[in-house]
């Protein structure tokens, strides 16, 4: 399918596999590509043919740093850090993708803060609030997209998370976060940027077209 063609194409970041991959943002559809012709303006959009437009670097700074920060106590052997960060990470990437979303489908800043202030944790926005804006369910479309273990694998990661930070008056509480959970948080973390790309260009990048006319080539 033609869909799935521009789809896999944007997953070839070149990058250091130590540090963030980059990828380029079509200003008018959002469609992400790691082609680096596509961000310096040699080509037009992939997806929606627009040529106009700064094409902005995918992830920004702001989730650079903190990319740079859980290698760094990574590196360290800092597991509890490293997981905890790493968590942190993969629930903000899930707002963003869920944020861009919204505004693919026309809702403006005061819709998007009621919907994401109105289902802050994490199972309802991965049970009910990204089915409802998709069609899918966030286990479903990963697996579509070939990470059919992602979500289960997150999930053991945020309860591990969770058991050590908060108390529990079931079960006694989690004592460490071993190297073992560090080295499995580090690779969701690599994993959700293509992830994030391949549900960008199917629910945002699509949803965006859908509402535009694309420009001719």
Known sequence: MKKTRQIKGTLHASSDPSEAPTYYECPDCGFLSADARFGSGEIPCPHCSATDGVRRVFP???IRRLD???RHYHKLGESEIVVILAETFLEATLEDIIDRILVARGAD?????IVLDGQRAIGGRIGRLFPHLTGEEFEEAAAEMGFREFPRRWRQIRQARNAFIHDSPFKGPQET??????AEAMDLLDQSYKLFVLMNN????DGARGRRTPTAK
């Open 202 to 205: 199917r629910f945002v990048a």
């Open 177 to 182: 976060l071993d190297d073992g959970m560090a």
């Open 68 to 70: 740079s920060r859980i």
């Open 60 to 62: 920004p700074d702001r």
């Open 109 to 113: 800043v005061k819709v998007r803060e």
